[in-house]
């Protein structure tokens, strides 16, 4: 009687750590299955943006830049001011502020930006100095402000726009396109969003520095056909040091 009394409670045992080493295996499954889809999200959220951004820009394959955006009517004038600033650098670092907004010429670190890039966000940006400089180098500069960048539409323009402009061995590309925030200075005129600048020395050839000027362009809304246009009349050539990538 005593044995089969403790075979029974044996049993018991068998079956109570049978039915936790079960839930202790569905746990563990659950586990690896959880585990599993956070990092496949993961993949995915990374993999999604690339994606996207390939998608939209099928939109412009075979669009010419100036087909690109707003016409040019949604552009101003242009203007220009007596630029000066051109060879005078400033180790990197050294806090700058400029009276324009945004910046075509002044002192500027002795650094610049490399070519390869075009496009660029808030969180990605080359500092002003760098950028002064390389306006100095003949590159044109699309700025944009925070109302752009909260317009997907414009933002796609605006990859579009870049995509047109890819490579660093044709100078005449010389271009980026970068965000203008409330922390680098005054907003744009009332009611324009983006911004074009050049640092010209007073036409292709000038060898007089007190012709250079800084050359802006406002516009209310992204215009690949006024970039295209800035460009043609403005070019990497008309610039203090033109040769420089």
């Known amino acids: ?38 990092a496949l999200l993961i993949v995915g959220a990374a993999a999604f943006k690339p994606v996207k ?12 830049l100036s087909d690109i955006g707003a016409k040019a009517s949604a552009c101003q004038d242009v203007t220009t001011k007596s630029a000066e600033g051109s060879q005078d650098h400033v180790e990197v670092g050294t806090p700058l ?25 808030e969180s990605d940006r080359p500092e002003l100095g760098e950028l002064v400089h390389n306006l100095e180098h003949g590159f044109t500069i699309l700025w944009y402000d925070e109302t752009v960048a909260d317009d997907s539409e414009q933002m796609d323009e605006l990859r ?11 100078l005449r590309d010389k271009f980026k396109a970068v965000p203008w925030t409330s922390e680098d200075g005054k907003a744009f005129p009332d009611g324009q969003h983006v911004a074009f600048t050049h640092w010209s020395l007073g036409g292709v050839g000038e060898t007089d520095p007190s012709k250079q000027v800084g050359v802006w362009q406002y516009c209310s809304d992204v215009s690949g056909a006024a970039l295209e246009q800035f460009m043609e009349d403005y070019p990497y050539m008309d610039s203090p040091e033109p040769n420089a990538v």
């Open 1 to 38: 009687m005593a044995k089969q009394a403790k075979t029974d409670r044996q049993a018991v045992i068998d079956s109570i750590r049978s039915q936790q080493s079960k839930r202790e295996n569905r746990r563990g499954m659950a586990i690896v299955g959880a585990s599993v889809l956070v």
């Open 53 to 64: 951004d390939w998608w939209d820009l099928r939109a412009y394959a075979s669009a010419s």
């Open 97 to 121: 502020s400029y009276p324009d907004a945004p910046p075509a010429f002044g002192q500027h670190w002795n650094m610049w930006d490399s070519m390869d890039r075009k496009l660029y966000t």
């Open 160 to 170: 579009g726009i870049a995509s047109k402009l890819q490579g660093t061995d044709n």
